[in-house]
């Protein structure tokens, strides 16, 4: 069963830094475009970023685009999120997904992907 663990949230001052994990077991990692999402409460799902099988194409949601970057080591099953210059407005439950896709182009709708992680808090205090 593919196991996707996420860790490194946690709570944080407005203006401080995070880096979130996800850890990917029991696929083949390399064939899997991986993504970040976030949940707040009352509020639906959203994309923050995406990359590609091999690393070399991002997508970034508006919102985060110069304060979160995201990266990924195939040989350790693992995606990253730097999270920079949080905001209040930045906590939520955070997620990653893997999508089956060695396209060049990461996948940026979260239909597309195929396994999610149970999600870490993010919390942002003012």
């Known amino acids: 069963q593919v196991q996707l663990v996420e860790s490194g949230g946690g709570s944080v001052q407005a203006g401080g830094s995070l880096r979130l994990s996800c850890a990917a077991s029991?696929?083949?990692?390399?064939?899997?475009?991986m993504g970040w999402f976030r949940q707040a409460p009352g509020k639906e799902r959203e994309t923050l970023a995406a990359?590609?099988?091999?690393?070399?194409?991002?997508y970034y949601a508006d919102f985060v685009k110069g304060r979160f970057s995201i990266s990924r080591v195939n040989a350790k099953n693992t995606v990253y999120l730097q999270m920079n210059s949080l905001k209040p407005e930045d906590t939520a439950v955070y997620y990653c997904?893997?999508?089956?896709?060695?396209?060049?182009?990461?996948?940026?709708?979260?239909?597309?992907?195929?396994?999610w992680g149970q999600g870490t808090q993010v919390t942002v205090s003012s």
């Open positions: 990359i590609n099988w091999n690393g070399y194409s991002a």
């Open positions: 029991r696929l083949t990692f390399s064939n899997y475009a």
């Open positions: 997904a893997a999508g089956y896709s060695v396209r060049s182009s990461p996948l940026t709708r979260s239909t597309e992907y195929n396994y």
